[in-house]
T-cell receptor, first 112, second 115 residues
Framework: SQQGEEDPQALSIQEGENATMNCSYK?????LQWYRQNSGRGLVHLIL?????REKHSGRLRVTLDTSKKSSSLLITASRAADTASYFC????????????FGTGTQLKVEL | DADVTQTPRNRITKTGKRIMLECSQT?????MYWYRQDPGLGLRLIYY???????NKGEISDGYSVSRQAQAKFSLSLESAIPNQTALYFC??????????????FGSGTRLTVV
């Protein structure tokens, strides 16, 4: 069963706008990670946030984590056409040796 | 060369055939994983290995087997392929603790079609 579910499933915005994707999960976690996938290619790790952290930044990316609500959000600021991709959240549960369980993904399209 | 290499990139096979997907890595990671991706279902874990002598089933291991030939090599076999195993397959690696901040490193995937 899927641990994480992303919302929305698809998002279309104009270049320069901000994109926000949300992830909800079911069980307690050690950390939550976000990955990007360009069409049909391998996933690329973007950012990791630990369960004791609330917010993290990396370049144009901002990730928040609310463990009380079991949810996370990924914000991409000043989006570019090159940001067009699918974005997945993945959670690591400590009991499983920190192996990852992935959500179903958000397809982001950034139009010129 | 890519850090994680999967072969073949694409494969079409017939129902009932045995097929092996191969994965090799130059990251020096102990941990390796096989995932399957289907549209709308995200990635699902098939098998994983935390070191050469360790093999574990994931959530969808039925119909699959694996072999960890060396630290750098982890292969996935479909003993008797069936059409619902048509999917995109990914190999990934990680170091001891993915919480260290580096996450998983993925291969480029193998697109398998069973006809």
């Amino acid at each position: 069963s899927q641990q994480g579910e992303e919302d929305p499933q698809a998002l279309s915005i104009q270049e320069g706008e901000n994109a926000t994707m949300n992830c909800s999960y079911k069980t307690s976690i050690n950390n939550l990670q976000w990955y990007r996938q360009n069409s049909g290619r391998g996933l690329v790790h973007l950012i990791l946030i630990r369960s004791n952290e609330r917010e993290k930044h990396s370049g144009r990316l901002r990730v928040t984590l609310d463990t009380s609500k079991k949810s996370s959000s990924l914000l991409i600021t000043a989006s570019r056409a090159a940001d067009t991709a699918s974005y997945f959240c993945a959670t690591a549960q400590g009991g499983g040796g920190n192996k990852l369980t992935f959500g179903t993904g958000t397809q982001l399209k950034v139009e010129l | 060369d890519a850090d994680v290499t999967q072969t073949p990139r694409n494969r079409i096979t017939k129902t009932g055939k045995r097929i092996m997907l191969e994965c090799s890595q130059t990251k020096g990671h102990d941990r390796m994983y096989w995932y399957r991706q289907d549209p709308g279902l995200g990635l699902r874990l098939i098998y994983y290995s935390f070191d050469v002598k360790d093999i574990n089933k994931g959530e969808i291991s039925d119909g699959y087997s694996v072999s960890r030939q060396a630290q750098a090599k982890f292969s996935l076999s479909l003993e008797s392929a069936i059409p619902n195993q048509t999917a995109l397959y990914f190999c990934a690696t990680s170091d001891f603790d993915s919480a260290g901040g580096r996450g998983y490193t993925f291969g480029s995937g193998t697109r398998l079609t069973v006809v």
